[in-house]
């Protein structure tokens, strides 16, 4: 739908529905061109909401016939709204409507990808299906039957357990699938396809058979083990971790190459992203199979947290997403390295959440408002939301938080629920008084927490003092923050009894230590107790005690991080005043430390203790940002320790060679992803020797963790010829074309290159017969990628801001949550000088001018520009 004037929808209106839906029977009828689905709904009257007219959601449908109760019936249609007047208190009505699937290009509702028809339903595709109140809170037991040529569309699936099949004449045939369970529309899912199948089943706990079956394009049987694996250790992991078992007899995932999202979560038939089913060695990453694990897990998880228990209305989008994701973070934590996992996970916070709770489109994790519900699927809902869930673990234990999820359980089971229900089941089963606490959900903005120290040497006290403020917030209120701290001496021993957990709930408030003999070192927000700014004026020297003494993994890698930061900004200045940055010993010494530790602090750590902050986290924390200067500061700091450290980075690299077959264990991950850090900072040299190395190694690899990391290392060589960079990049086109995922890989490290004439580059590749304009996966890796590749996006000259803006409107009407997707690039444009400003502007204007701009993306604009 376009509109010129987006309507603000409130969550202080939310009114329950008039009518309510207690069964539906559908029947799709899939012909060539266009699809009849017929909508039989037993209805029934709000017992509180008396003489109400009845007003269906609907878009792109044909209307071919209503009745109620068999009997024709007066109706008033729009384009999105159909409206029956004085009906009975209870009735039947059924519709007949005529959809094209086929012209279907946003992939929302019923659509056609190339081996059949899918769904994608959340939050407001059903409307693009049928005539039907299109909301949360309206929850039904669902039965469908599905017609289609046998031929062309073998496999039949929709939620819930097959219960009858059959043919019919002109090689057709028909499927009817029945969901036991209430659930809203959005969770609604059929599918009608040429596509194989891996089967295979899970007995549960309590001992009954569930049937496993993951359905892929034909040719792809051999890259879904991996799933299959993964789905089954996270059924086992949620009945040992929360006491879920797997409620359907059928468990079913279909992975499709045209999908707006990852996954979806639909009743016992997820539709996913192939990119987070496929998987093989040759062809997908470390960090794909441990993303794998994770979808998978987080959609399956979402069985409890979301489908049994759902949202009320779409403000409470949080409440399945935020603590799903949780979930599925102590999964993968659990499954794989967790100390690794958490910081991964602050590393992702702070690229994407931090900068949206800065910038235009900043909302609390229970937005307050909102135009297209499609936009604030965002990192603050998820990712944010997911550490609130994370700091109510903190508050009341692992055990209180396990006795809060069963009482929410055994109190809101099949029904549409709010954040509040959730946090006041957690109260219930602690007995902990979460009211200051709920600040959290209702207010935007990341809290910055400025903590001040000081040793008495005469009362042997140590006083952190902490001051907390947030001015994105409505009001000065403050939060409940639980900053988990512990003090160390000078000589990197952890003081007895310093370990705590700080309650920070007044603006200013101390915290004393006693018995504390000589000046300690505190350490601060430990494993990232809550997403936070947090302040305190450390000296290098005591970050580098904390990287080298800190047990808590999170905080030895943030002193890294610090002490990275430091010298980054630092460098960044000097070069933008013409001035040569210094490297001091300090960092350099740090990491040689860390690289001749690794056997015992473990090769995943030290990768990502060796990985620097990326440009756009380190923008955040400056008000004006200079991106030619911070870049150049940034990779200045990657060749010095290339220098600097050049015997060990090749004596790792070569002793972390492995030789055993391929395996995605943690503990190979770690060995490769330290062993391409290592070659990574040799290419910073740009010798011929570094140049072969890497071309070597992408020769030689028997997996694409390897293979691609030298191809990465190679596509950001800077100097204008380097055959083996073109080398690579032909050779790695060449040999996986046909493999679309693999594709999808070699487009990104092309558009995050940090060479100069990466917006030509991207260009080309548009007309590029491997990128697909229409395919989602292939515009997140071009175009998107490109968006957050800082230095050359945001060029000078404004190059950048226009070719996004172009792609935006060629986009646009055809898909509006991609192309909304692609217009949060400008999220941030107010940080740059003004000449960069200007040329912002210009492009945001230019989108905001264009007659009929689709609501998802005018939102967005408007916001970037009030």
């Known amino acids: 739908m376009k509109t010129d004037t987006p309507q603000t929808i409130y969550l202080k209106d939310y009114t329950p529905p008039a009518f309510w839906i207690d069964q539906v029977d559908l029947d799709f009828v899939i012909d060539a061109g266009h699809t009849t689905v017929t909508a039989t709904l037993a209805m029934r009257r709000h017992g509180e909401r008396p003489g109400q007219a009845l007003v269906l959601d609907g878009e792109a449908l044909e209307t071919l016939s209503v009745t109620v109760d068999g009997h024709p019936w007066p109706i008033l249609e729009t384009p999105t709204s159909l409206t029956l007047a004085d009906l009975p208190d209870s009735f039947t009505l059924r519709t007949v409507v005529r959809i094209q699937p086929d012209q279907n290009s946003c992939l929302s509702g019923l659509y056609r990808s190339k081996d059949g028809y899918f769904t994608q339903c959340e939050a407001q595709g059903f409307r693009r299906i049928t005539w039907f109140l299109d909301r949360p809170d309206v929850m039904a037991t669902y039965t469908v039957t599905l017609h289609a040529d046998q031929t062309a569309y073998p496999v039949l699936l929709a939620n819930g357990n097959p219960v009858a099949a059959g043919s019919e004449a002109d090689g057709r045939h028909w499927a009817t699938w029945e969901d036991p369970f209430k659930k809203p529309a959005y969770l609604f899912a059929i599918v009608a396809g040429k596509l194989d199948v891996l089967r295979d089943s899970f007995r549960t706990a309590s001992g009954r058979a569930v049937q496993l079956a993951i359905y892929v394009e034909p040719g792809k049987l051999d890259q879904c083990p991996h799933a299959m694996n993964a789905l089954k250790k996270s059924m086992r992991w949620d009945e040992e971790r929360f006491g879920l078992e797997c409620d359907l007899d059928h468990y079913m995932i279909v992975a499709v190459g045209d999908f707006n999202m990852g996954a979806m979560e639909n009743k016992g038939l997820n539709i996913f992203n ?119 673990q903190t508050l009341i234990g692992r055990d209180g938080f396990r006795a809060g999820m069963d009482e929410y359980f055994r109190r809101h089971d099949g029904q549409a629920v709010t954040c509040e229900d959730f946090v006041a089941a957690m109260a219930a089963a602690s007995d902990f008084d979460f009211t200051q606490f709920m600040r959290w959900y209702n207010q935007p903005g990341t809290p910055h927490v400025a903590v001040d120290g000081h040793f008495d040497a005469e009362s042997q006290t140590y006083t952190l003092t902490c001051t907390q403020s947030n001015r994105r917030a409505a009001n000065d209120e403050p939060y409940l923050i639980p900053i988990r701290v512990a003090l160390f001496s000078a000589a990197g021993e952890l003081l007895a009894g310093s370990e705590r957990i700080l309650h920070l709930t007044a603006t200013s408030q101390s915290f004393v230590f006693r018995d504390v003999t000589a000046e300690p070192v505190p350490s601060l927000l430990r494993d990232f107790s809550a997403p936070v700014y947090l302040d305190f004026d450390y000296t290098p020297e005591q970050l580098a005690l904390l990287l080298a003494h800190e047990p808590d993994p999170f905080n030895a890698w943030e002193a890294g991080q610090r002490l990275a930061t430091t010298l980054i900004l630092d460098a960044a200045q000097a070069i933008a005043a013409g001035q040569p940055p210094v490297w001091p010993d300090t960092f350099s010494a740090a990491c040689r430390r860390l690289l001749q530790t690794q056997a015992q602090r473990g090769a995943a750590f030290v990768a990502e203790a060796l990985t620097l902050p990326g440009e756009g986290t380190l923008a955040e924390l400056l008000d004006l940002v200079d991106p030619d200067a911070l870049h150049a500061a940034r990779n200045g700091l990657r060749q010095h320790l290339a220098e600097e450290l050049e015997g060990e980075f090749s004596g790792l690299y070569a002793a972390l060679a492995v030789a055993e077959p391929y395996a995605p264990t943690s503990e190979q991950a770690g060995r490769r992803a330290l062993r391409n850090t290592c070659l990574g900072y040799l290419l910073e040299l740009d010798t011929d020797a570094s140049r072969q190395l890497a071309l070597a190694q992408f020769k030689s690899a028997d997996n694409m963790t390897d293979q691609f990391a030298a191809l990465s290392a190679l596509a950001n060589v800077t100097a204008a010829n380097c055959p083996q960079r073109d080398q690579a990049l032909a050779d790695f086109f060449q040999r996986w074309q046909h493999e679309a995922l693999v594709v999808d890989k070699w487009l990104a490290v092309q558009s995050t290159s940090r060479r100069p004439d990466t917006l030509a580059t991207v260009k080309a590749l548009t007309a590029h017969p491997a990128f697909d304009a229409t395919n989602p996966n292939k515009i997140y890796a071009l175009i998107r990628n490109f968006g957050a590749n800082l230095a050359r996006f945001n060029a000078a000259d404004g190059s950048g801001y226009a070719f996004m803006a172009e792609r935006i409107l060629e986009l646009h009407d055809k898909n509006p949550q991609v192309a909304s997707r692609l217009t949060r690039c400008f999220d941030r444009w107010r940080k740059f000088d003004a000449g960069r400003q200007q040329h912002a502007r210009n492009a945001l204007e230019r989108l905001r001018s264009h007659p009929g701009l689709s609501r998802d993306v005018l939102e967005v604009v408007c916001r970037a520009m009030d």
Request: a negative charge.
């Open 274 to 392: 192939t990119k987070y089913v496929l998987a093989r060695s040759d062809v997908a990453t470390d960090v794909d199979f441990e993303n794998i694990d994770r979808v998978v897990a987080h959609e399956y998880f979402h069985n409890w947290t979301g489908n049994r228990v759902t949202c009320r209305d779409w403000f409470q989008l949080s409440l399945k997403e935020g603590l799903t994701v949780f979930r599925d973070q102590e999964f993968g934590a659990d499954l794989h390295n967790r100390q690794t996992a958490r910081i991964r996970e602050v590393r992702g916070l702070r690229a994407a959440q931090f900068p949206e709770d800065a910038g235009p489109m900043a909302h609390p994790i229970r937005p307050a408002s909102f135009v297209e519900i499609n936009n604030f699927y965002t990192a603050t809902v998820y990712e944010k939301g997911a550490e609130v869930i994370r700091m109510i």
